[in-house]
């Protein structure tokens, strides 16, 4: 009898051999689950049926160890352990990044020559005949380490770092708003107590809402997204002017699900 549907339409299902050994609980040390789908299913995906029922049961994937095997098309074997975990301090640094800006928040002042009539390019850096020059700025920025220590690390947990590693958070992750946070990958081996110990590094950007652009209001910039200006020339007055006039924010990382990293609410 299935337990659990996932999203994907894998069916979770206690293994009724299992259910004498281990009381059909993820109390105990180890559990064993059939996954079950309509057409073929890789262990990956009955690894994520995994994680759905536990967060339908309110309890917390990054407890368990998860690993899937198949054991024909259209079924996997799952066995959940909890996890032994030992953490170790985080480092971080919020020196900041760069970025090159054409537009600035704000014109504080216009101071010509004499002589000479001023031009006002609504916020637009370095303006020449043909083009805006701009400037690269700092910009607030934090990077961090997390360090995990796992009894054994499989196949498709590797595989899950490799795929989410240069995705930004699809959802709100620990501290960090949805878009914030980009996983730059993980390193890892086996230390002197023959446990995998990993490090995972991220960097974060803030999410903006409601900003000008020179006289553009941009609604909403995810951290990661880019954000770029269209200039066109303008008759200002008696003069053409290259000034803003489109702002444009771009996704250029794709999101992932963090909660498959199984480290919690985002370690800090």
Same mark, same amino acid.
């Given at each position: 009898m299935?337990?659990?549907?996932?999203?994907?339409?894998?069916?979770? /299902?206690?293994?009724?051999? !299992?259910?004498?050994?281990?009381?059909?609980?993820l109390?105990?040390?180890?559990?064993?689950?059939?996954?079950?789908?309509?057409? =073929?299913?890789?262990? &990956?995906?009955?690894?994520?049926?995994?994680?759905?029922?536990?967060k339908?049961?309110?309890? !917390?994937?990054?407890?368990? !160890?998860?690993?899937? @095997?198949?054991?024909?098309?259209? $079924?996997?074997?799952?066995?959940v &352990?909890?996890?032994?975990?030992?953490?170790?301090?985080?480092?971080?640094? @919020? @020196?900041? #990044?760069? @970025?090159h800006?054409?537009?600035?928040?704000?014109?504080r002042? +216009?101071?010509?020559?004499?002589?000479?009539a001023?031009?006002?390019?609504? #916020?637009?850096?370095?303006?020449?005949?043909?083009?805006?020059?701009?400037?690269d700025i700092?910009?607030?920025a $934090?990077?961090f380490?997390?360090?995990?220590?796992?009894?054994? *690390?499989?196949?498709?947990?590797?595989?899950?770092?490799?795929?989410?590693? #240069?995705?930004?958070?699809?959802?709100?992750?620990?501290?960090?708003?949805?878009?914030?946070?980009?996983?730059?990958?993980?390193?890892?081996?086996?230390?002197?107590?023959?446990?995998?110990?990993?490090?995972?590094?991220?960097?974060?950007?803030?999410?903006?809402?409601?900003?000008? *652009?020179?006289?553009?209001?941009?609604?909403?910039?995810?951290?990661w997204?880019?954000?770029?200006?269209?200039?066109?020339?303008?008759?200002?007055?008696?003069? +053409?002017?290259?000034?803003?006039?489109?702002?444009?924010?771009?996704?250029v990382?794709?999101?992932? =699900?963090?909660?498959?990293?199984?480290?919690g /609410? #985002?370690?800090?």
């Open positions: 299935s337990l659990f549907i996932s999203d994907d339409g894998i069916a979770v /299902e206690q293994r009724p051999l !299992d259910h004498e050994a281990y009381g059909g609980r109390t105990g040390e180890s559990t064993r689950w059939l996954t079950r789908g309509e057409y =073929d299913i890789e262990p &990956s995906q009955a690894v994520q049926a995994m994680v759905e029922y536990l339908s049961q309110k309890l !917390d994937p990054s407890k368990f !160890d998860i690993q899937a @095997t198949q054991v024909a098309e259209k $079924l996997c074997h799952v066995d &352990s909890i996890r032994s975990q030992l953490e170790t301090p985080t480092s971080f640094s @919020t @020196t900041g #990044g760069t @970025t800006l054409n537009q600035s928040l704000v014109t002042g +216009i101071f010509a020559a004499p002589g000479y001023t031009a006002n390019y609504q #916020g637009a850096i370095g303006v020449d005949d043909t083009s805006v020059q701009g400037v700092t910009i607030p $934090l990077q380490q997390l360090r995990r220590q796992f009894k054994t *690390v499989d196949v498709p947990y590797l595989n899950t770092l490799f795929r989410l590693t #240069g995705c930004v958070n699809d959802s709100g992750w620990g501290q960090f708003s949805a878009g914030e946070v980009l996983f730059l990958g993980a390193e890892g081996g086996e230390n002197e107590e023959n446990n995998v110990d990993l490090t995972y590094q991220f960097a974060c950007r803030p999410n903006q809402l409601n900003f000008n *652009v020179g006289n553009i209001l941009v609604v909403e910039k995810r951290g997204d880019y954000l770029w200006v269209k200039h066109e020339e303008a008759l200002v007055g008696d003069r +053409i002017l290259r000034v803003p006039a489109a702002a444009y924010v771009e996704q990382y794709p999101t992932g =699900d963090f909660d498959l990293l199984a480290l /609410e #985002g370690g800090l």
